[in-house]
């Protein structure tokens, strides 16, 4: 293929992609209006607590709680703020914002600060620590714009009434002030309450004695029970003297301590009934994030939202019935996304450090019962293939630890037990497909069949609003936020990793039999269709991955076709990547606001010159995770070590290596593919070095059992050695 062919085929493909993804950005369904945006101009009551919980709630302990449940429009709600847990302060700010923000009081690690108590007594002027509230929010990379709500109230000629501390610092302007002011007293609420056509309420938090931080200014003086029952007996109070037309919600805008958890949320009202709120931020019905309610506020008075905000309104979906049952139904739905996301979150390590230190003992126990010549030939042999079972095995558990949500393990009395019982139990019909279907011997069959079955279950996945993905083991953690559907670091990782190994394999298969040019082509397509899944913001709505994938695949394209890699032609592989993604980006930033996804707001953010913050804040990221564990810091050793073997096949390190890179001609090409990819995901996403210690979870079994495999037939060719003598020999 001469270079003008390469480009036009190169440029076709690109065209081509952009159609597709292009027709699938036109043809995702908008975000449908909401019933506040519907009726805007009425007033809103906001009551802000903390520490609230679905598993609060019962018709016997709190009743108006419970009303809400069956009466209103209900949702678990990540409070994350810019530390792991989130005081009370910092919710607040963050309503203020529409941001994440929070408190850097006390000198805390970064990790779980110290809570500075509200002010005990406030007056209407300015908001108690204002400017370190301010200086906290601009050194925190997220640039929290403190006072939005209030600067944009008051600048369309409406007004907001605060009661109680934490709402002083919701309501407050950029400046710090609040002009309308009160404490909190269910005396004089009628008179608050008909004010403004937004009030801010603040019943006190809910703070649990067993789990707050004692360095914290927040110190509980009853029961977490005694503390739910108060809040329960404010909120009533609140709903018996709200405004008629009025909608309320009661938000929980913190945890109740050192530990993060999902909180509660519900509105009731008559833009509001009972069943379940949703939003396109999140794209999950149930769940939605804090950064939701400032838009949500915004809409329903009737003001433009600012581009620049996270959030989106919050979205209205009825439930069927309005019934004691179906309010048992959603209150099942929201625990158990609370219950898996804080399980979950305490697993992922444990789990992975098990089940890779159980892959490694095996392997070397493996090597050193082969290397020192243990057993007849026939039980070596049958170490290798052991050993080539238990790697194919390995390599199904990713995938799994996805399907594994598709049963509730988190309900087991213990989480861990149920959630390996769960991975086994999917584990077990892939591996027997790849190891006994009637592929089995052909060297890339199993790889093929696991790789193939990675993919199937990520894209239905997506395509099915990345259900399995939520609180998954590889997957998107709700209490952390940040991402809520699509294609996150860790299942891009997967994703593409399985991409290009199943190119390799169907590639080598083709080149084998002598087909160079079909062999580049299912490559392509295989390739492409990957990028579309990832790329389309109605599927994977990732911004970081195709850069790193595309590039990969035209390398293996080109290595089939025996074209070498200039720099004329790395430019303009770059070129073309970054042309790709500008088209992608601006198509989707022509979408409503509310509807558009990672893609389009990226865009949003560098027409409002955000991007470097975005920028800096991802380095810091990247950072931080290679320094939180010593063993983080083994990745970029590693990753460089097999990039040398790749690169130089003949150095002794490379040994176990050179005969299936004999055998297989494209499988070192295959590799070297899969680590650009690895580098470049690594350094444009955010926490991206996790990408190639998750994609390496799934290449390394397969490579292993690629290598075992030929080692496997060439001693299976051999004469069977009756004597130790005889195989010293050899």
């Not at 995702?28 to 802000?48: C, M």
């Not at 649990?208 to 003086?221: L, Q, T």
């Amino acid at each position: 293929m001469t270079r003008r062919q390469l480009l036009a085929t190169a440029t076709a493909a690109v065209v081509l992609a952009s159609v597709v993804i292009g027709s699938l950005i036109m043809a995702s369904p908008r975000a449908s209006p909401t019933a506040s945006s519907k009726n805007a101009g009425g007033s809103i009551v906001v009551i802000g607590t903390g520490g609230l919980s679905w598993s609060d709630v019962s018709p016997q302990t709190t009743p108006t709680l419970w009303s809400l449940l069956r009466d209103g429009a209900t949702a678990a709600l990540t409070v994350r703020s810019i530390h792991a847990n989130t005081c009370p302060v910092d919710g607040w700010l963050t309503l203020s914002a529409g941001e994440q923000a929070g408190d850097s009081f006390g000198g805390g690690d970064g990790i779980k600060p110290p809570c500075r108590a509200l002010p005990a007594q406030m007056t209407p002027g300015k908001v108690p620590h204002w400017s370190e509230y301010r200086t906290a929010a601009g050194g925190s990379r997220f640039d929290a714009p403190l006072g939005l709500l209030g600067d944009q109230i008051t600048s369309h000629g409406k007004c907001v009434q605060a009661v109680g501390p934490g709402a002083a610092l919701g309501a407050a302007r950029a400046s710090g002030m609040v002009v309308r002011y009160q404490q909190y007293d269910e005396s004089t609420l009628p008179s608050a309450l008909a004010t403004c056509p937004l009030t801010l309420i603040d019943v006190g938090p809910i703070r649990d004695p067993a789990d707050v931080n004692p360095k914290d200014e927040i110190r509980p003086a009853t029961t977490r029970a005694q503390q739910v029952a108060v809040v329960d007996a404010r909120v009533a109070a609140v709903l018996k003297v709200a405004p008629a037309g009025a909608d309320v919600v009661l938000a929980s805008l913190a945890d109740a301590g050192a530990t993060e958890r999902l909180r509660m949320i519900a509105i009731t009202g008559p833009h509001f009934g009972g069943g379940t709120l949703e939003s396109s931020s999140t794209r999950q019905q149930g769940l939605v994030q804090l950064t939701d309610l400032t838009p949500t506020i915004l809409q329903h008075l009737g003001i433009p939202q600012p581009s620049n905000l996270g959030g989106t309104p919050l979205q209205f979906v009825p439930a069927d019935t309005i019934s004691d049952h179906s309010a048992d139904q959603r209150l099942r739905a929201l625990l158990d996304y609370d219950q898996a996301s804080h399980n979950v979150h305490g697993l992922v390590e444990p789990f992975f450090y098990g089940w890779a230190l159980l892959q490694l003992v095996l392997y070397l126990s493996a090597a050193m019962l082969w290397k020192r010549g243990w057993g007849t030939a026939g039980q070596r042999l049958q170490i290798l293939l052991d050993t080539r079972r238990v790697a194919i095995i390995a390599a199904t558990v990713p995938a799994s630890t996805f399907l594994a949500n598709l049963l509730p393990w988190w309900r087991f009395s213990v989480p861990m037990v149920g959630l390996v019982a769960s991975v086994a139990l999917f584990a077990g019909p892939i591996s027997v497909l790849a190891l006994l279907g009637p592929w089995h011997r052909r060297p890339f069959a199993p790889m093929g069949v696991v790789c193939v079955t990675t993919l199937a279950v990520l894209t239905l996945d997506v395509m099915t609003g990345s259900r399995l993905q939520l609180s998954s083991l590889m997957g998107l953690q709700p209490v952390i936020g940040g991402r809520f559907y699509g294609m996150g670091n860790v299942t891009f990782a997967l994703f593409a990793t399985a991409t290009l190994l199943l190119c390799t394999a169907v590639g080598n298969h083709l080149v084998t039999i002598g087909q160079p040019r079909y062999a580049a082509g299912a490559v392509a397509a295989i390739g492409l269709g990957a990028v579309i899944v990832d790329a389309s913001p109605s599927l994977g709505s990732d911004l970081g991955g195709p850069p790193a994938l595309l590039p990969a695949v035209i390398l293996l394209v080109m290595a089939i076709l025996q074209i070498r890699l200039t720099w004329l032609r790395g430019l303009a592989i770059g070129g073309g990547v970054g042309a790709f993604l500008v088209l992608l980006g601006l198509l989707d930033w022509l979408r409503p606001a509310e509807s558009r996804s990672h893609l389009g707001r990226f865009v949003q953010t560098m027409l409002d010159g955000g991007a470097w913050d975005i920028i800096v804040r991802k380095l810091g990221q990247n950072t931080t995770l290679l320094f939180a564990n010593p063993l983080s810091l083994l990745i970029p050793v590693v990753l460089v070590l097999f990039a040398y073997i790749l690169a130089r096949p003949n150095w002794w390190a490379a040994a176990p290596l050179r005969r299936p890179f004999a055998r297989f001609q494209l499988l070192r090409t295959g590799l070297i593919a899969i680590v650009v990819m690895w580098v470049i995901g690594a350094a444009l996403n955010d926490s991206g070095a996790a990408i190639p210690a998750v994609g390496a979870t799934l290449a390394c079994p397969l490579v292993i059992a690629v290598a075992l495999r030929t080692l496997e037939d060439e001693r299976a060719a051999r004469p069977v050695a009756t004597t130790r003598a005889s195989r010293h020999r050899r």
